[in-house]
């Protein structure tokens, strides 16, 4: 028993070392693919390292963390927008920063309620102001 165990230790730690296949990570139309075969455009090839994974907990706190900063951003948009309007209505600033639409609220209240004030809209907005 102790000889079969001994045997299938080494042979693990011969096999282990060439067990290491290495992974290719391929960005194919936006979208990650792994592959143990070098990618069609090598441009579109990154390193991968298979030995930085990360638990799950970490993961999601970093994706939190990330959360969260967009959050401030987008909170800091909103207050300032509102901050330059004091004539807006109470209930429409309130719906502004907890992120709703209500009925009454312009189209450019709307994109600083859900925080989808893109850059073509925002140039747009911008030079309606002026």
């Known amino acids: 028993m102790k000889t079969l165990m001994l045997l299938l230790t080494l042979g693990l730690l011969i096999v282990s070392p060439f067990s290491q296949a290495e992974i290719f990570k391929c ?4 979208v990650a693919k792994f592959s143990a075969y070098p990618c069609k455009d090598p441009a579109s ?5 298979i030995n930085r994974s990360e638990s799950m907990s970490s993961y999601f706190s970093r994706q ?3 959360l969260q900063i ?4 987008q909170r800091a948009r909103a ?3 509102i901050s330059g309007y004091p004539a807006i209505p109470k209930d429409i600033k309130e719906a502004i920063l907890e992120c709703k639409i209500i ?3 312009t189209k450019k209240q709307v994109y600083y309620a859900w925080s989808i004030y893109q850059k073509n809209i925002k140039v747009v907005l911008q030079e309606s102001l002026h």
């Open 79 to 81: 207050e300032k927008y």
């Open 70 to 73: 967009k959050l401030d951003e």
């Open 27 to 30: 960005i194919e139309n936006g």
């Open 64 to 66: 939190k963390e990330k």
């Open 103 to 105: 009925r009454g609220m």
């Open 45 to 49: 090839q990154e390193a991968y390292d």
